[in-house]
């Protein structure tokens, strides 16, 4: 079993910033891409950022240029620092991992929930 555990998440007004992190432990031997999604209430859920375990970002048009995504491979940790936040950035907000364990699996987080107010 692996466990994602996110945390960061609150409220923020319009313009400012937060940084999500996201810890696995568990049955980790290696660790693949992880990343971050998001849903809005009455929204499916929606990639936001991705990084793989050499590093290569990938991001959301909706947040490229003020999101950046980086991990903490000794730490299995991976984070979310975003800037100038909007009102349509309110979400709750998912950590995913493709972990190897003996088998390869995808885990989510619970989530973390992010309110920007106007």
């Known amino acids: 079993q692996v466990q994602l555990v996110e945390s960061g998440g609150g409220l923020v007004q319009a313009g400012g910033s937060l940084r999500l992190s996201c810890a696995a432990s568990g049955s980790i031997f290696s660790i693949n891409a992880m990343g971050w999604y998001r849903q809005a209430p009455g929204k499916q859920r929606e990639l936001v950022a991705t990084?793989?375990?050499?590093?290569?970002?990938n991001y959301a048009d909706s947040v490229k240029g003020r999101s950046t995504i980086s991990r903490d491979n000794a730490k299995n940790t991976v984070y979310l620092q975003m800037n100038s936040l909007k009102p349509e950035d309110t979400a709750v907000y998912y950590c995913n991992a493709e972990v190897y364990g003996g088998v390869m699996n995808t885990w989510w987080g619970k989530g973390t929930l992010v309110t920007v107010s106007s």
């Open positions: 990084v793989t375990s050499g590093g290569v970002t």
